[in-house]
Nanobody, 112 residues
Framework: QVQLVESGGGLVQPGGSLRLSCAASVSIFRLYVMGWYRQAPGKQRELVAAITSSGTTNYADSVKGRFTISRDNAMVYLQMNSLKPEDTAVYYC????????WGQGTQVTVSS
């Protein structure tokens, strides 16, 4: 069973930065496609960024140039710069290799 634990969320002013971390307890982590999704109140969950086992990345248009996803050992990170109020959401870590697994989510609030 895969367990994902996110951390690093919080309150930040517009233009600020946050780094989200996701710790994955899985023996074949290197085979998983890892992703960050977010869900704002009243909206559907959406893909923010994903990274394959070979390091290929994919970003939502709304975060390109501002967010960076990376992975190392059994960790996945999301560096978020130039944050905007519309980035406010619960951010979820996802691991996919056949089945899909989710973390519990971490709240990110961008507000002055």
């Amino acid at each position: 069973q895969v367990q994902l634990v996110e951390s690093g969320g919080g309150l930040v002013q517009p233009g600020g930065s946050l780094r989200l971390s996701c710790a994955a307890s899985v023996s074949i982590f290197r085979l998983y496609v890892m992703g960050w999704y977010r869900q704002a109140p009243g909206k559907q969950r959406e893909l923010v960024a994903a990274i394959t086992s070979s390091g290929t990345t994919n970003y939502a248009d709304s975060v390109k140039g501002r967010f960076t996803i990376s992975r190392d050992n059994a960790m996945v990170y999301l560096q978020m710069n130039s944050l905007k109020p519309e980035d406010t959401a619960v951010y979820y870590c996802n691991a996919r290799y056949g089945s899909s697994y989710w973390g519990q989510g971490t709240q990110v609030t961008v507000s002055s």
